[in-house]
DNA sequence: AATAAATGTAATAATATTTGTTACATTTAA
DNA sequence: TTAAATGTAACAAATATTATTACATTTATT
């Protein structure tokens, strides 16, 4: 993960977390983050899919939070983007004739979703509420 | 991190723990992990930086393990290679007039920083020794 | 009905990161 | 002297990430 993707989500929850009964339009989000607003709507759709957010097309539309702020963990926010894992990739030698070559990828994986389960466990009790409250 | 290099290094030392007493080469570590020797020697450098390996030049030349392998965690080669946090990075919105854009990268900068000390947390206990002998 | 303002999304471009390759100077044992 | 190794710079290729453009669609307002 070398990419902004969790910054930008938690930055898009934290914006409709504190503003209740708005609908904030992708422009108006997309000028807090200071990143282009296509961008945004992409990642709102991803909150959409699992049901965070709600979304209005159309003039005075826009996006608002449909979940409580303590029923998403900084986990739940994590897994939303994660696309690699914490330790990175692994090389592709299992078809070397070397003994280690040909066995590590197996104990790599072992590791890195123990390692993996590590960053898990210590946002998993972490709320997005918890996040939101420093703003105040 | 999405990149191979904590891969590649705990792969090297493996190598070089498994065969002590030898020297070695570049091209023959390449062939074992297929990548690139000079890959290897640019990963060779950092380890020898840290004084874990010992490398002869010339003929008959090589690379060999410096230190015992009970006495590298592999919290040591994560932080040797790790260039990014584990959540990403933050996006540049310092200078927008929202509070939360203003304010966000300082909150995040101290769960990004929580996050990682998680996965030293992690790792600090496992040796180099306990991963190589997965290997007998 | 017309208009304005919003989302959705495909296609493409621009950047940045990561990995691979070539080339060659240098070192050292035989 | 030669062969075989490291060290490293420079460059190329491949991936990944982010930004942008364009436009169809939706919907409240007038």
Redesign the pocket.
């Given at each position: 993960?070398?990419?902004?993707?969790f910054a930008t989500l938690i930055h898009i929850l934290t914006l409709l977390a504190r503003n209740k009964g708005q609908w904030l339009?992708?422009?108006w989000i997309a000028g807090s983050i200071d990143?282009?607003?296509?961008?945004v709507?992409?990642e709102?759709?991803v909150l959409?899919e699992r049901g965070w957010v709600i979304?209005?097309?159309?003039?005075?539309?826009?996006?608002a939070l449909n979940i409580s702020e303590e029923d998403i963990s900084l986990a739940d926010i994590y897994k939303a983007v994660k696309?690699?894992n914490v330790l990175g990739?692994k090389n592709q030698c299992g078809g070397t004739a070397c003994p280690v070559g040909k066995d590590i990828n197996a104990k790599l994986d072992r590791l890195f979703s123990e390692t993996d389960e590590a960053v898990y466990s210590a946002l998993i009790h972490r709320s997005l509420k918890s996040f939101v409250e420093q703003f105040d």
């Amino acid at each position: 993960m070398s990419n902004t993707r969790f910054a930008t989500l938690i930055h898009i929850l934290t914006l409709l977390a504190r503003n209740k009964g708005q609908w904030l339009s992708s422009d108006w989000i997309a000028g807090s983050i200071d990143i282009n607003p296509v961008i945004v709507r992409k990642e709102l759709s991803v909150l959409q899919e699992r049901g965070w957010v709600i979304t209005k097309k159309g003039k005075e539309g826009g996006s608002a939070l449909n979940i409580s702020e303590e029923d998403i963990s900084l986990a739940d926010i994590y897994k939303a983007v994660k696309n690699s894992n914490v330790l990175g990739r692994k090389n592709q030698c299992g078809g070397t004739a070397c003994p280690v070559g040909k066995d590590i990828n197996a104990k790599l994986d072992r590791l890195f979703s123990e390692t993996d389960e590590a960053v898990y466990s210590a946002l998993i009790h972490r709320s997005l509420k918890s996040f939101v409250e420093q703003f105040d």
